[in-house]
């Protein structure tokens, strides 16, 4: 079994940076590959970005490239979501997730966090 815990959201304005973290433990760290999810409000949840088990490579949904970061640190067992330029539509729950499958297979994330609020202000 694999457990999941984030933290580092709050309530930000439009433009700032947050920075969120997933501890992980129960099974070996890099045999799973980790991304973070997000629902906003009366929206479905959605891809927000991965990275490989390894750390290889990654991937964001567009709604996020170039203002999002995901990185991992194998020795701390832990994932990363380092958010810049902040907008009120970034408001949302945000999840990580793992999977011992393909880093891109969204629908093959097994395991999930209890998730944590991020809020941006106008």
């Known amino acids: 079994q694999v457990q999941l815990v984030e933290s580092g959201g709050g309530l930000v304005q439009a433009g700032d940076s947050l920075r969120l973290s997933c501890a992980v433990s129960?099974?070996?760290?890099?045999?799973?590959?980790m991304a973070w999810f997000r629902q906003a409000p009366g929206k479905e949840r959605e891809f927000v970005t991965a990275?490989?088990?390894?750390?290889?490579?990654?991937y964001y949904a567009d709604s996020v490239k170039g203002r999002f970061t995901i990185s991992r640190d194998d020795a701390k067992n832990t994932v990363y979501l380092q958010m810049n330029s902040l907008k009120q539509e970034d408001t949302a729950v945000y999840y990580c997730?793992?999977?011992?499958?393909?880093?891109?297979?969204?629908?093959?994330?097994?395991?999930w966090g209890q998730g944590t609020q991020v809020t941006v202000s106008s």
């Open positions: 990275i490989h088990r390894l750390g290889r490579s990654t």
């Open positions: 129960g099974r070996t760290f890099n045999n799973y590959a």
């Open positions: 997730a793992a999977t011992i499958n393909y880093y891109r297979n969204y629908d093959g994330y097994a395991y």
